[in-house]
């Protein structure tokens, strides 16, 4: 999507470590309008699909979901991060770790909004190590709802998460797909 | 707002405790046509006031947030939970307890994302005790920034939040509070 590849290399930052920073326009402060252009592009990716839920992950897929989910006519349900390591029998439940804080966390659905009626597509702001993507993707399986694919804005296309999610044969579309990118001069690569 | 207030009657649950369990609908499954008309009417609430920029808070205020600001035509600022106790100097902080975790949070905005140009709108989602609300009212305040108001779905009126923060001038839109609410019989009174 040229646009939010446009965007990229106008707003976001390039730093050390692989990181990328796009915390002016889609993770910190959001521009609704790009986030507009976002979810209409994946309706258009995913029409015609029965899609009748977006799933995401608190926090920075929320706003992405809600405003695609208009496009779909359909309820973002997200998953939320739990402290408690007693999860009820009300939820499912997955281990995901974080490869920025080197922690685990339980992510849970409670089970009253996730069930084998849902064809559920899963929208998140970003897929690089693909472990959050992996857990929600597990979470539609334990539901026994239909997975139809996922929705990624930014894509980290040289770090694993999206061939090991492909690998899956899941469908995946990512609409900035980043191959490289260099923290010395800034500059980024899409592929 | 009748539409507000109707649902949390059909689809809320009134648990022990003061807990107003509204996650069918607002904080876990969120239905974005309601979150459309809850946004529509803090636009209307809050037309012609030069509002510029909407501050929220993650997780459960950033859909809120994010479809109310379709109708101002302004981004969303979301203010983050930090879990490092060491903030860098490009950061407003405040510290702000939570009433439910008992646990005190630091909460930080970019200061490249908050200034003296802002004429800014708080959203949430819930206004109990009101302690969210002040931090971001203060982050605005340090930030040199315009308060123009508060946004809030739905408030406990019988906790002491909503008093608090009118009390120091500034506007507070509920669009529904609740008066009273029972666990034994599910009632709630709006007021």
Redesign the interface.
Known sequence: MKLLEDRIVKDGKVLPGNVLKV??FLN?????NL??DIGKEFARLYANQGVNKILTI???G??I???A??HFG?????A?KS?TTNISSDFYCVDVESYT?KTTNKVI??K??LDENDRVLVIDDFLANGCALRGLCKLIKDAGATLVGCGIAIEKGFQPGGKAVRDLGIRVESLAVIKSMNSDDGTIVFG
């Open positions: 915390d002016g910190h402060r959001i521009d609704v986030l507009n608190e926090a920075s929320i706003g979901a809600c405003i989910a208009q359909c309820p973002v349900v997200f939320k402290k804080h659905v409670s009253e909004y």
